[in-house]
């Protein structure tokens, strides 16, 4: 059970359900690809998702420190992901697969680049990105997730130290606005103020949070979970208050979050995801605006939990209070607008 099933498809085949709304469109602006020993996630594990029922029309890629280059100065190494993720962009954009239901195209690629670097060293990166994503490439992830406690248990979340107040951080993150890119981060709840800071610190810049700035819920802050849900709320309505900032709705059902699905003998349905996180999604939704928001699937990560298809009946669920027009803008329209993909 438990452990070694989580994210297995026969686990989470146990819960199948009708999709809700089906024709709706919708781009995933939020997952990865990758190669890795033991762990392979490319274009057939991703169309395996997203032909699972909803009317997936695009994906945008986002950084995970895949198939970075070997060689070669260490700041150019992550242009390899790109390389590697144009590749299979490229490959779904094929007539056999574009334009199918469930074949979704990869229509943007979020690199990462270490934006303490030197400007010169840091555009030459860029540069890179742009020439080697065909058209693709829309900004970068920096992400500033560190926590001591899960540093040392999941090997995750190891930012330096104070990385979005930093002089060198501030000037990189600029330079992205001023080149017309945008800057994506994942942090923990903790951070909240610190990235709200960062926010204000570089109002040209388009900023993108991904997964509501991580409410914890294991180790220390396992018993927190209303209080951490309490200062949760009042940091996201602060950092709606800078108009630069765009959030992603996704990503809670991580173990880091404490929900423990992918410990469960089967996975939750989605009226069960519903009930657990529906307010997540309603405040940061009444902060921001639907114009600033949008659903992610965070896959393959989210997928130790719960299935593609489940989440998104979950999403929808959770939409279905909102008007027509808040919706298209939540499914597809603020991630086509923001990352430029029509």
Not at 113 to 130: F, M, Q, S, T, V
Not at 302 to 318: C, E, F, P, T
């Amino acid at each position: 059970m438990a452990e070694a099933f989580q994210g297995n498809s026969e686990w989470l085949e146990q819960v199948t359900e009708p999709i809700v709304d089906p024709e709706r469109p919708i781009v995933d602006p939020h997952h990865h690809l990758w190669e890795r020993s033991g762990s392979t996630y490319v274009l057939e594990g991703l169309w395996g998702d997203t032909s699972s029922g909803h009317n997936v029309v695009k994906t945008v890629f986002v950084e995970c420190g895949a198939s970075y280059r070997e060689d070669g100065p260490e700041y150019l190494k992550p242009a390899g992901e790109t390389a590697f993720v144009e590749y299979i962009a490229s490959a779904s954009r094929k007539e056999d697969g574009a334009g199918t239901f469930g074949h979704p195209p990869v229509a943007g690629i979020v690199a990462h680049a270490d934006l303490r670097r030197p400007i010169a060293e840091l555009d030459e990166l860029l540069d890179a990105h742009e020439e080697i994503g065909k058209g693709l490439f829309r900004g970068i992830r920096h992400y500033g997730a560190r926590d001591s406690y899960l540093d040392s248990l999941h090997n995750k979340g190891r930012a330096p130290e104070s990385l979005y107040a930093g002089d060198e951080f501030h000037q990189g993150v600029a330079r992205l606005g001023e080149r017309g890119y945008t800057y994506e981060t994942w942090h923990y709840h903790h951070q909240n103020p610190d990235f709200r800071d960062l926010a204000e610190a570089v109002p040209g810049t388009t900023l993108i949070l991904d997964h509501f700035g991580s409410p914890l819920g294991v180790g220390p802050y396992a018993d927190k979970r209303e209080e951490i849900f309490e200062s949760w709320k009042d940091d996201m309505a602060s950092i709606a208050e800078r108009p630069n900032v765009v959030a992603k709705l996704g990503g809670l059902a991580m173990p880091l979050n404490g929900f423990g699905w992918e410990l469960g003998e089967v996975p939750p349905s989605s009226d069960e995801f519903v009930e657990a996180q529906a307010r997540y999604y309603h405040h940061t939704i009444e902060c921001f605006g639907a114009d600033r928001c949008m659903f992610e699937s965070n896959f393959p990560v989210d997928r130790l939990s719960i299935s593609y298809h489940v989440l998104w009946n979950a999403l929808k669920k959770i939409a279905a209070k909102y008007g027509e027009e808040e919706q298209t803008a939540m499914f597809s329209g603020t991630a086509s607008r923001v990352y430029k993909l029509d």
